[in-house]
């Protein structure tokens, strides 16, 4: 047999054929190590966006379940809203300080039995509030929660997470139809006299939501209006945040039409 028809055996790579390998191995590598880490971290941003919106639909729901008690029974003509501290046994006042930034919503309504009795934790218990025992219950945002302290419990209690700031702004109706001309603050509200909290029929609620996990690719500081207010975060940081609002009307105070035809 011709030694050229004989099968040549493999002797080995030369170097260039080692490195041309070497590279494209690394291509590919490459090329995987990207596709994961991108699906990392829209994996990751979209976990902390679902993590806002839950945190976000979660205060809203529960500022709204104790709004639609303000100023209950209808036919009392009590106030919904309180703009002073309310004492409570064993401790000076409801309504905190807050964070210093945020405002702090207090509302109260006249139970017509033990039933009834319940603030915004479920606690059962009342406090005197204008010759009446009323439940009272205060909305305000620390250490990066929405918490409520209610008249059956001194004891603040946390109702969601991630809750950055609260802003609000009360409707008034000026002109007696029982809808709301204007929004105020609680400070300009304060001004126009003891009056002022008896014309309130709806409560504006903004809130600032973070995603609790990094899901921004470089850090920031995040600036938002709240209903009229500047508000921006403490530093810079990698936490997604949204705007949450919602206007409420208090059902107690809005006009009752027992003959209107549909109108």
């Known amino acids: 047999m011709s030694p050229l028809a004989c099968p040549r055996r493999q002797a080995g790579l030369t170097l260039v054929e080692l490195m041309v390998a070497l590279t494209i191995g690394l291509i590919l590598l490459g090329g995987v190590l990207g596709v994961y880490l991108s699906s990392k971290r829209t994996y990751r941003a979209r976990d902390g966006l ?58 109260a309504y006249l139970p017509l039995d033990a039933a009834h009795e319940r603030d915004c934790l479920g606690q059962r218990g009342t406090v005197p509030v204008g010759g009446n025992d009323m439940v009272v219950s205060s909305y305000f945002v620390q250490d990066g929660q929405l918490r409520c302290r209610g008249s059956g419990n001194p004891a603040a209690q946390t109702l969601a997470e991630a809750v950055d700031a609260m802003q609000v702004l009360y409707g008034l109706d000026d002109n007696g139809d029982g809808y709301a001309d204007n929004y105020r603050s609680a400070a300009l509200i304060d001004a126009t006299g003891a009056g002022g909290w008896d014309r309130v029929v709806s409560i504006q609620v903004a809130l600032v939501v973070n995603s609790v996990v990094p899901v921004k690719e470089l850090p920031r500081i995040d600036r938002f209006n709240l209903l009229g207010e500047a508000w921006q975060s403490a530093g810079e940081d990698r936490v997604a945040r949204r705007v949450f609002t919602t206007t409420v009307p208090l059902r107690n105070r809005l006009p009752l039409c027992l003959d209107c035809n549909g109108e």
């Open 50 to 107: 679902s993590l806002v919106q839950e945190n976000g639909r979660i205060a809203l729901t529960q500022l709204r379940h104790g709004l639609q008690w303000a100023g209950y029974p209808a036919f009392a003509g009590i106030r919904p809203v309180l703009s002073a501290d309310v004492a409570l046994p064993g401790e000076a006042n409801l309504a905190p300080s807050g964070d210093g930034v945020s405002d702090v919503l207090t509302i």
